[in-house]
């Protein structure tokens, strides 16, 4: 059974970093391709991250684009999303998917899905 598990989310400062983690289990890691959705209280799920099935081509959101950084590790099932120079707009909580697809950026072409972990920046 496909497991995707969030972690790594916390509170921290505006101006401040956290890198989330996210570990698979229960699929074929390097043939899938990756990516990271946020949803804040009150507002549609949004797409921030997305990472090719070997880890060559990412791409990202404008709002993240120079802050947030999308990598893998396909010898540890995990992909990971640094995220820096936070801003309160960050808050929300953030959900890792997994995509059959080559390369995937909508919600639809992502199969699996985490539980999510919360991020908060505070002011």
């Known amino acids: 059974q496909v497991q995707l598990v969030e972690s790594g989310g916390g509170l921290v400062q505006a101006g401040g970093s956290l890198r989330l983690s996210c570990a698979a289990s229960?699929?074929?890691?390097?043939?899938?391709?990756m990516g990271w959705f946020r949803q804040a209280p009150g507002k549609e799920r949004e797409f921030v991250a997305a990472?090719?099935?070997?880890?060559?081509?990412?791409y990202y959101t404008d709002s993240v684009k120079g802050r947030f950084t999308i990598s893998r590790d396909n010898a540890k099932n995990t992909v990971f999303l640094q995220m820096n120079s936070l801003k309160p707009d960050d808050t929300a909580v953030y959900y890792c998917?997994?995509?059959?697809?080559?390369?995937?950026?909508?919600?639809?072409?992502?199969?699996?899905w985490g539980q999510g972990t919360q991020v908060t920046v505070s002011s």
């Open positions: 229960g699929l074929t890691f390097s043939a899938y391709a």
């Open positions: 998917a997994a995509s059959l697809r080559a390369q995937a950026y909508v919600s639809y072409e992502f199969n699996y």
């Open positions: 990472i090719s099935r070997s880890g060559g081509s990412t």
